[in-house]
Every structure is written in C-alpha cells, then in structure tokens.
Nanobody, 127 residues
Framework: QVQVVESGGGSVQAGGSLRLSCAASGSSISRSCLAWFRQPPGKGRAGVAKIYTGDGSISYEESVKGRFTISEDNAKNMVFLQMNRLKSEDTAMYYC????????????????????WGQGTQVIVSS
C-alpha cells in the first residue's frame, strides 16, 4: 500500500521554527513529485512547496519563500519541510502529497494531480 505519513506539527510562538516530516512507504520517492500543502481554518487547501526528486528542482509559494525549506532524504524515503520565522498566518493543517514515479512535478495550484495524501499534521502559531 502506497502511503505518506506526516509528523512534526505542534504549537509554537511567532518567530519560532518547526520541522515537518513526511515518511513514504510502499514506493520509493526517487523520481517523484512531493509537495506540502496547507489548509488554514475555514479556508481551502493551498500549495506551499514542492520538490521533484528526479532532478532536485524546488519551488515555493510566495509567502513562504526565504522562511520555509523543502528537502529530501532518499535513503530514509522521506521529505521534510523546515519552517522558520513562523507567523500566525502559517497556522494550518499541513499535508504531504505525492505522485510517485511522476515524469515531472505538478503545479502547486493543482492538488488533484497528486494521487497520494497523508492525514495531515497541525501547526499552530501564536502571536
């Protein structure tokens, strides 16, 4: 069974940091598109960052550039999201999404292109 499981969420004060982890199983993350999405309370799901493990290409949503870093560990079959200088507006449920074996990485504006999703991990940033 192909799945991804997130961890690392929690409560933190504004300006603090958290590191989210996404553990994949049932398939290798090699040559795959993996992304982080988030859904704030009462709002829709939006893309945050993505990485294509085939060539290491990365992109971020504008509001997190310079604060968040997505990375991969092929040996552990995991993807991470390091979140620094957190703001109250970063409060959301964070989801890992994957398209294993994808030929490229899909736009963060098209979550439907990611067939595999985790259950999410909650991030609360208090000001």
């Amino acid at each position: 069974q192909v799945q991804v499981v997130e961890s690392g969420g929690g409560s933190v004060q504004a300006g603090g940091s958290l590191r989210l982890s996404c553990a994949a199983s049932g398939s290798s993350i090699s040559r795959s598109c993996l992304a982080w999405f988030r859904q704030p309370p009462g709002k829709g799901r939006a893309g945050v960052a993505k990485i294509y493990t085939g060539d290491g290409s990365i992109s971020y949503e504008e509001s997190v550039k310079g604060r968040f870093t997505i990375s991969e560990d092929n040996a552990k079959n995991m993807v991470f999201l390091q979140m620094n200088r957190l703001k109250s507006e970063d409060t959301a449920m964070y989801y890992c999404a994957a398209d294993f074996g994808a030929p490229m990485c899909w736009s963060l504006t098209r979550p439907a292109n990611f067939p595999t999703w985790g259950q999410g991990t909650q991030v609360i940033v208090s000001s």
